[in-house]
């Protein structure tokens, strides 16, 4: 006998098979996004790879990529404005360098910032970042 419970109408959270206990169905989640954000000066020739990087960090760590922002310099303007704009979960850059050593608190304020080499997330709800 198959039994269902579910809370708000036409939606099944749980279900219960003849040989089987209750078992949590996974929930349907808005995806996360994210940005890439990579210097060009700074990545040279291996602009690229560097965007390679990124979208595969975005994929492993469970962000769907909207794009990559590729700069000259470092107008931060333009990256807080895009994720205003695009309402995004993370920023990610390929190293520390393309931040240009620092995590903009401004940034913080909108996003989290992932820095992929090394593998260093600062979130946007962090208070001693902030300060």
Same mark, same amino acid.
């Given at each position: ?5 579910? /809370? ?9 098979? +003849?040989?089987?206990?209750f ?17 060009? /000066?700074?990545a ?25 922002? +590729?700069?000259t ?15 995004? /979960? ?21 996003? /989290? ?19």
């Amino acid at each position: 006998m198959n039994k269902q419970v579910s /809370d708000p109408p036409g939606v099944r959270w749980f279900t219960r098979g +003849a040989n089987v206990g209750f078992a949590r169905r996974r929930r349907r989640t808005a995806a996360k996004t994210a940005v890439g954000y990579v210097r060009i /000066d700074l990545a040279g020739p291996s602009r690229p790879h560097c965007e390679s990087l990124i979208r595969t960090a975005a994929d492993d760590l469970g962000y769907e990529l909207l794009g990559t922002l +590729a700069l000259t310099a470092t107008p931060l303007t333009r990256l807080r404005f895009l994720a205003t704009e695009l309402a995004v /979960d993370a920023v990610l850059c390929p190293t520390f360098a393309h931040l240009e050593g620092q995590v903009p608190a401004e940034l913080l304020t909108l996003a /989290d910032v992932i820095v992929i080499d090394p593998l260093i997330t600062y979130c946007r709800w962090d208070p001693q970042l902030l300060d």
